[in-house]
C-alpha cells in the first residue's frame, strides 16, 4: 500500500489521454499532473534541449513526492531514454510500451507511426519496431502541424485545417496499405475520432498513451504500491486558465479554478 500520488507530465494537453487511462485502471490512485505548456511544443527542440527538458521535469515531479512518474510524451520517451532509465525512482515512458503493442496488431501487413518531428528524427521508433518485428515494413510520419492544431482546439472530425493535415500526413499511411498504426504522440489521442473516421476499421489504431499507464498500473499492482484517495491535482507553465478549459473539454468534468501555475522553465535556446 502506497498512498502517495502518481506523477504524469506532458507538454501540454497531449498527456491528459494518459490521466484517462489510468483512471479507468485505476480508479482510487490520487494523480498530479503537469503540462509544460510554457514550452510547447516539445517536437521542435533540439535532442540536447529535450534530455535538460527531461531531467528538470523529472526532477519537478520527484519534488511533490510521487511514488512514480508517466513520462506521457512521446518526444521525450524517444529521446530522453537514458535520462529516463537513471532516475532515481521508478520512471516509465510511452516509446516501448506502445511499440510492443504495434508489432503485435494487424498480422505482417505494413505498420506505420505518426509522431512529432523530433520523435521520428530520433529513429527510436524505428528501432524497437525493427527489434521486435525484423522485416515488417514501418512507415515512420513526422507531424509537425498536429500538436498546434490539436492545443489550439482543432480536434473534431469535421475540422478544415485538420482535415487538411490528415490529408497530407495519412497518405503514405494508406499508400503503403498500413494495417496498424501508433500514436506515438500522446496529443493524437485527442483526434482519435478523426483518425479512425478517415481510416476505417481495418487500420487497428494503438495509442502509446495507454500502453504507458496499462505498464505503470501493472508495475503498481505487482509491487504492492497501489492505494490512494481517487483526487487529482493539475499544474500548468502557462496560463493555467487556458489549460483548465482545454482540459475540462477533453476530460468531460470541470477544472475551472483547479489548475496551478507551475514554474516556468528555461529552455536553454543554445542547445
Ligand atoms: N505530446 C507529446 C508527445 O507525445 C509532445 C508534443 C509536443 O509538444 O510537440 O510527443
Known sequence: MD??????????????TAVRALRRLMPREDL?????????????????????????????????GVKAVLVACGTLSSNAEEVLESAPLPVFGVLKA??????QAGGSAPAAVLATRASIESGSFARAFHALAPGRELIS????????????????????????????????VRRAGASA?????????LIRRAL??????????????????????????????????????????????DFAASASAFLGRELEGQVRQAPRMEVWEKC
Open 181 to 189: 498504426l501508433l500514436l506515438g504522440c500522446t496529443h493524437y489521442g
Open 196 to 241: 479512425s473516421a478517415r481510416l476505417g476499421e481495418r487500420v487497428a489504431l494503438v495509442e502509446a498513451s495507454d500502453r504507458g499507464a496499462a505498464e505503470l498500473a501493472a508495475f503498481l499492482e505487482r509491487q504492492g504500491l497501489t492505494g490512494g484517495q481517487g483526487r487529482e491535482t493539475f499544474y500548468a507553465s502557462g496560463s493555467p486558465e
Open 32 to 64: 498530479l499532473y503537469f503540462g509544460d505548456t510554457g514550452r510547447l511544443p516539445y517536437g521542435e527542440k533540439s535532442r540536447e534541449q529535450l534530455r535538460r527538458m527531461a531531467r528538470q521535469d523529472l526532477d519537478y515531479m520527484a519534488s511533490f
Open 98 to 103: 506502445g511499440v510492443r503493442a504495434l508489432a
Open 141 to 172: 510520419v513526422p507531424c509537425p502541424a498536429l500538436v498546434p492544431l490539436i492545443e489550439s482546439g482543432h480536434t473534431g472530425p469535421g475540422d478544415p485545417l485538420l482535415a487538411e493535415a490528415l490529408e497530407e500526413y495519412l497518405a503514405p
Open 3 to 16: 498512498n502517495r500520488p502518481i506523477g504524469i507530465f506532458d507538454s501540454g494537453l497531449g498527456g491528459l
